[in-house]
Every structure is written in structure tokens, then in C-alpha cells.
């Protein structure tokens, strides 16, 4: 029970992007498009639930002076790995997500939670954290990039449903646009959830 409590903390009242305001970096650059918001929280994802069992695995041998340095290494490890499989297997969404590949290494929602959470708890909760947190991660990142590309180009996923010609409101796939939609969506997340609650 306690495993799913957080688990569902990391979507719901811990929210990396709506709640806690992390990641902001590839939360505005990436998320263009839907898919591009897909494809970065998963990568994001991944990385984050690796570096936490490695870290939770490693941490009773790790001295104190350089845990953080070791965990920027072990975090980077599987960036390199996400940079390859990308490059090799998705070009195109290799293209898309650019530099924020290799900049998951810097993003503080990663480094957070080694060091917060998985330097502190078992490999089970650590796995556990590390997907909660990676989940409501790429769901905040797949909805933001979902409505600003169905504002922006009247698409979702690179389906159209508006018809060729029809104006959309381009300042939404716009740097711009990424604000105003996160403010958008972090407002309703936050007051869905507290009237949930309440």
C-alpha cells in the first residue's frame, strides 16, 4: 500500500511540472509537439529510474565528500545510453529533442531524487519513486506539448483534425506559447487535484 502511495504521489500531489515546477528546461524547449513531450519524459523516465537503482543499490559504498559527483556520473551513464538508442533507432526524434538529450543529465528532478529518495530507501521504493515521478513527468510533458500542438497546428500526434488551410493560433508551438500553456495547465492540475482532496 505504501509503495502505491508513492507512486501516485509522483503523478498527483508531487507532480514534477504542475506541482513541484521541475525540469523546466525540456519542460518548454520540447514540448512542441506531443510526441516530442512523449518522447522526452520517457527518455527522462528511464534515466531517472536507472540512476535510482544504481544509486540506491550503490549507496551504503559511496563516501559522503563525493556522492554528488558519483551520482552525476551514474546519471550521465544512462543519458549516453538514451543519446545512443535514439540516434540510432528513432533519428527523428533524435533531431527534435537536440541538446535537451545530453541536458537530462543536468535536469534537478533526476539529481532530486538520487539524492533525496534513492540514497535513503531500499531498491524497491527507489524503483518505485523513480517511476511514480517519471510517469506523472511524461504525462505533464505529453498533455502540455498535446495542446499546444492541437492549438498551434491543429494536429495531435501529426494527425490533423482541422483542415488544411484553417487558421490555427501558431503562437502556441511558439517559446511563448509553452508558458502561457503551462500556466494554463498547471493552474487546472492544481485545482482538480485540491478539489479531489477536499
Not at 105 to 117: D, H, K, T
Amino acid at each position: 500500500m505504501t509503495q502505491w502511495k508513492n507512486f501516485v504521489k509522483g503523478i498527483v500531489s508531487e507532480n514534477p511540472v504542475f506541482v513541484m515546477l521541475l525540469g523546466m528546461c525540456p519542460v518548454l524547449g520540447v514540448t512542441s509537439t506531443a510526441m516530442n513531450g512523449l518522447g522526452m519524459g520517457v527518455a527522462t523516465m528511464f534515466v531517472l529510474v536507472m540512476s535510482n537503482i544504481v544509486v540506491s543499490s550503490i549507496k551504503t559504498l559511496v563516501p559522503d565528500k563525493v556522492r554528488i559527483p558519483t551520482f552525476i556520473v551514474i546519471i550521465a551513464t544512462f543519458v549516453t545510453i538514451v543519446e545512443m538508442v535514439l540516434e540510432a533507432f528513432l533519428p527523428s526524434l533524435y533531431e527534435q529533442l537536440g541538446i535537451f538529450i545530453p541536458l537530462i543529465v543536468v535536469n534537478c528532478l533526476i539529481l532530486g531524487r538520487a539524492e533525496a529518495f534513492a540514497s535513503k530507501n531500499n531498491l524497491v521504493s527507489s524503483v518505485v519513486d523513480g517511476l511514480g515521478m517519471g510517469v506523472g513527468f511524461t504525462l505533464a510533458l505529453t498533455a502540455l506539448g498535446a495542446v499546444r500542438e492541437m492549438l498551434g497546428n491543429g494536429s495531435i500526434f501529426d494527425i490533423a483534425f482541422v483542415p488544411e488551410g484553417a487558421s490555427t493560433f501558431i503562437l502556441f508551438i511558439l517559446p511563448p506559447g509553452a508558458f502561457i500553456t503551462l500556466a494554463f495547465l498547471a493552474a487546472l492540475f492544481n485545482r482538480m487535484t485540491r478539489a479531489a482532496q477536499n
